[in-house]
């Protein structure tokens, strides 16, 4: 399936990419997250177990559990706060 991933703030940052389009054979955000992360380097580090970050299908936020469709926009970021 074909995916369009956003990044934002830090993690735009230490990519170096804000959106990229992916060809996906995966279930789950779960399994998305561990082919982002097998790309190594700061990828890895950023995308990490423990690290701060939150996941959202076509603007929904998700659990790592949650199912992919194909043409889904995944956004990947870190947690905000606000006042």
Same mark, same amino acid.
């Given at each position: 399936?074909?995916?369009?991933?956003?990044?934002?703030?830090?993690?735009?940052?230490?990519? %170096?990419?804000? #959106?990229? %389009?992916? #060809?996906?054979?995966?279930?789950?955000?779960?399994?998305?997250?561990?082919?982002?992360?097998?790309? %190594?380097?700061?990828?890895? #580090?950023?995308?990490?177990?423990?690290?701060?970050?939150?996941?959202?299908?076509?603007?929904?936020?998700?659990?790592?559990?949650?199912?992919?469709?194909?043409?889904? #926009?995944?956004?990947?970021?870190?947690?905000?706060? %606000?006042?």
């Amino acid at each position: 399936m074909k995916l369009r991933l956003l990044y934002f703030a830090r993690l735009r940052e230490r990519f %170096g990419v804000a #959106e990229e %389009g992916i #060809e996906f054979a995966g279930a789950t955000a779960a399994d998305l997250l561990a082919v982002l992360q097998a790309r %190594g380097g700061v990828w890895a #580090e950023e995308l990490a177990a423990g690290r701060a970050f939150r996941v959202a299908v076509d603007q929904d936020l998700v659990a790592l559990d949650a199912v992919l469709h194909d043409g889904a #926009e995944i956004a990947i970021f870190p947690p905000v706060t %606000g006042g």
